[in-house]
């Protein structure tokens, strides 16, 4: 087994994912987790006032308050940066196959929580939400918790199989174009990052 301590910090502001509202999270989201603790466990780390939770994306708290992501959406930023890099000639990623499959099996994050250092106020960011329906253009506004620009998290990256964690090291490397979070293709959520020691 091969492992990587990863240090990344956010170069632009990173937006919360989970819906303010646990009745959603739970019907649509935590509907999904392997086991009734784990989603037990994500629902209650939702902590949002009530007027704004039906409107709002925010982050998981854990008991003191602080902001983490979970270390699903890290395999889940891994499983995109493959996706895109497997079109790109000449990268590791082009070779892999069942990608999402390897790694989801083989590659695994650590902690579960993984706590999002910053200072200040956790700010909101409000856009635009535009789609094309049969009926015609609709517009809608969306609300997301915002963390600054300059946040860092650190985490550890486990690798079964061989030589990944060169493929772990591309895929971080992606986090320059396309980050963590919501709406990356503005550029939110894009991120450097840095190997750790022990």
């Known amino acids: 087994m091969e492992s990587l301590k990863v240090r ?14 646990k009745s959603i999270y739970r019907d649509y989201v935590g509907a999904k987790a392997p086991a009734a603790e784990a989603e037990n466990e994500e629902v209650e780390a939702l902590d949002v006032e009530e007027e704004v939770e039906k409107t709002k994306t925010v982050f998981p708290r854990d008991s003191e308050g602080r902001p983490f992501l979970w ?23 082009e070779k892999i196959k069942a990608f999402k499959k390897e790694i989801d099996t083989l590659i695994f994050t650590y902690p579960r929580r993984i706590p999002l250092c910053f200072e200040g106020p956790v700010g909101e960011c409000e856009r635009p939400l535009r789609a094309s329906t049969p009926q015609g253009e609709r517009v809608s506004i969306a609300i997301s918790e915002e963390i600054p620009a300059g946040a860092v998290c650190e985490f550890e990256v486990k690798c079964l199989g061989k030589d990944q964690t060169e493929l772990v090291r591309e895929w971080l490397d992606y986090g320059e174009y396309s980050g963590i979070g919501q709406w990356r293709n503005s550029g939110k959520g894009r991120f450097t990052w840095e190997e750790i020691g022990e």
């Open 8 to 21: 990344i910090t956010f170069t632009e502001p990173l937006l919360g994912t989970s819906p303010g509202n």
């Open 71 to 93: 270390d699903y959406q890290v395999k889940g930023f891994f499983k995109g940066a493959c996706q895109a890099l497997r079109k790109v000639p000449g990268t590791k990623s």
